[in-house]
Structure formats: structure tokens, C-alpha cells
């Protein structure tokens, strides 16, 4: 009984409103080329000589990031919502910030893909995370 409450005290994590991670990736013609096929999404604006990237699948960097680095392993996005300011290209370094806005039962983490100092994707992500522990209190009003 001790030794299972040992691993779940060293298996749970306590975040703070305001935990940020942020990584960078350069977009190829291969990840896009890639993902075409994967989806299906064979939409002539994701081919040629300058290709739009994947709104999905600049999504799909984010989920990354939320999955395996804040909140990390164990976390189940149940949704998502995303917005497209501006285009991005193969070849473009994006920039992926995920910072947790809000802790209650569900995270509510906030995201942003920038390229420059133009963001391209940028929204909000509700995920459930057993291992997550707040150490600030709930403020009901900043929902």
C-alpha cells in the first residue's frame, strides 16, 4: 500500500497557471508531403514550388507538445479550438508555445505557432491529465 502511494505522489506533477513550454520546427516538403498522404489531403495548395503547410498538422505539433511535454504523458485532449491569423510555408521555422491557463478537472491550455513575428495558428486546448496537480488556487472568474 505504501510502495503504490509512493509511485503515485512521484508519478503526479503540480503546474502553475502561467507553465510555458516552447519548441521549434522547420516545416519541410517532406513533413507536408507526408501529411498529404497520411490525410488525403491532396489540395494543390500543399504542393508545388511554395506549399502551404497543414493547418492539421501544425494542430498536430501542438498536440505534440501537449502530450509529451506540458501537462505531458498521460494527457487526453478532449478539445480543441483554432485559429489561422496568417500563412505558413515549407520551409518556415515555427515557433510552438503551449502555456496552462487555467487548472480545475479539466487544464486549459492556450497555444500559439508563430513564424517571425506573425503568428499562424494560434488557440485553446481543454485537456485531462490524472498526474496534474494545481499549486495555485482556482480563480472561478478567469473562465
Known amino acids: 500500500m505504501l510502495t503504490q502511494l509512493r509511485r503515485r ?20 516538403k517532406t513533413d ?16 508545388g514550388d511554395r506549399p502551404l503547410v497543414h493547418g492539421i498538422y501544425l494542430a498536430g505539433l501542438v498536440s505534440g507538445v501537449i502530450g ?10 478532449v478539445s480543441k479550438s483554432l485559429r489561422f491569423p496568417n500563412k505558413c510555408y515549407a520551409g518556415d521555422l515555427v515557433k510552438i508555445e503551449v502555456e496552462i491557463q487555467i487548472i480545475r478537472k479539466l487544464v486549459r491550455c492556450g497555444f500559439w505557432c508563430s513564424v517571425g513575428d506573425k ?7 481543454d485537456v485531462i ?15
Open 9 to 28: 505522489l512521484q508519478s503526479t506533477r503540480a503546474f502553475t497557471v502561467g507553465d510555458r513550454v516552447v519548441i521549434s520546427k522547420r516545416v519541410d
Open 32 to 47: 507536408i508531403d507526408d501529411f498529404a498522404r497520411l490525410s488525403g489531403d491532396t489540395n494543390p495548395i500543399h504542393s
Open 68 to 77: 509529451t511535454k506540458l501537462p505531458g504523458n498521460g494527457t487526453i485532449v
Open 119 to 125: 503568428v499562424v495558428m494560434e488557440g485553446t486546448a
Open 129 to 143: 491529465n490524472k498526474h496534474v496537480t494545481k499549486n495555485q488556487p482556482f480563480n472561478k472568474n478567469t473562465i
